[in-house]
C-alpha cells in the first residue's frame, strides 16, 4: 500500500559481520592478558615467576615468601574468580534494609559533605585457595575500586586446607574441613565445623561466597557478634579458614581425615 513506510531498521552489512566476529573471537585470560601486557615484575619473586622459574604458586606458600605483586597470581592461577560481598545497605519501605555491593560513607568538610564508597571482593579459584580484599575510592569510580579491591584480595591470597572431618561422615574427601576452627574480628567471633557429605553450605549467604570459591561444600558455623557487620563477618571467616594451616598433625592421621592443602 502507498504511504506506509516500513518500520524495521536495517543493519549495516558491515556492522553485522564486526557484530558475528567479535562473538566468535575466544576472551584472553588473565595469563595471556599479563604477558601482553608491559609488566615489569618489581620483586624477585616476580622475576622468577616471569622467567618460569617459579610455576607452582605452592612452592611460594611452602617457603612462606610474601607475595607482593597481583600479577603473579594471575600467571599461576588464571582461571581466579571473584564475587562482591554486599557490605552496603539503604533503608528500604516498610523498614528494614536492602543491602548493597558498595557501602557510602561521609565526611564533614568547611566546602561542603565529602564522600567515599568501599567495597569487599572476595576471590578464589574452587580449589583450595582464596583471598578477600578491599577497596575505596570516590563515588564517581566504583568500576576503579571493585578493581582495586580485587587486586588486594589477590595479594591476600591463602591456601585452604580442607578434608573429613566430621564424625557421621569419615569418607575420607575433601568436601569439608578437617577439624573445628575459630576466627574473629572485632565483636564477631565464628566457629567453622565439618559437616558430613549431603548437608550443604549451612551458613549465610555472603559466607556461601567464600566457602564457595574456597572449594568447600559441607559446612556448619556459630557465630556471636554484631553479625550484621558483613566485612567482620566476612573478615572472622577468612580468619578462621587461615588459623586451620596453623595445626600440624601425624602423617596418619592427616591420611585419615583426607586432609589436602592448596588446589588439587
Not at 582461571?79 to 555491593?101: M, V
Not at 580484599?133 to 568500576?143: E, F, L, S, Y
Amino acid at each position: 500500500m502507498k504511504g506506509k513506510t516500513d518500520t524495521k531498521r536495517k543493519v549495516p552489512r558491515r556492522l553485522m559481520n564486526k557484530a558475528r566476529n567479535r562473538r566468535m573471537l575466544p576472551e584472553k585470560s588473565a595469563r595471556e592478558i599479563v604477558l601482553e601486557s608491559d609488566w615489569k615484575p618489581k620483586t624477585t619473586l616476580g622475576k622468577q615467576v616471569l622467567e618460569g622459574k617459579v610455576t607452582d604458586i605452592n612452592q611460594i606458600f611452602e617457603k612462606g615468601i610474601k607475595i607482593s605483586e597481583p600479577q603473579i597470581v594471575d600467571l599461576l592461577l588464571p582461571n581466579l574468580k571473584n564475587e562482591i560481598i554486599y557490605i552496603g545497605g539503604s533503608s528500604g519501605k516498610g523498614g528494614g534494609i536492602r543491602r548493597t555491593a558498595s557501602k557510602r560513607t561521609t565526611r564533614m568538610h568547611k566546602s561542603g559533605r565529602r564522600f567515599r564508597v568501599t567495597v569487599m571482593v572476595v576471590v578464589g579459584n574452587e580449589n583450595g585457595y582464596v583471598g578477600v580484599g578491599v577497596g575505596a575510592g570516590p563515588p564517581g569510580k566504583h568500576r576503579d575500586v571493585i578493581d582495586k579491591a580485587i587486586q588486594k584480595a589477590k595479594l591476600n591470597l591463602i591456601p585452604v586446607r580442607r578434608g573429613c572431618g566430621s564424625w557421621e561422615c569419615g569418607c575420607g574427601t575433601m568436601h569439608s574441613i578437617p577439624f573445628e576452627s575459630f576466627g574473629k574480628c572485632a565483636s564477631v567471633k565464628i566457629k567453622l565445623m565439618p559437616a558430613p557429605k549431603g548437608i550443604g553450605l549451612t551458613v549465610s549467604n555472603e559466607i556461601k561466597k567464600v566457602m564457595r570459591l574456597a572449594g568447600i561444600s559441607d559446612i556448619w558455623c556459630k557465630s556471636r557478634g554484631q553479625r550484621s557487620t558483613r566485612m567482620n563477618l566476612i573478615r572472622a571467616v577468612f580468619n578462621a579458614l587461615k588459623n586451620i594451616n596453623d595445626y600440624r598433625l601425624e602423617p596418619e592421621k592427616e591420611e585419615e581425615l583426607g586432609i589436602i592443602t592448596g588446589k588439587v
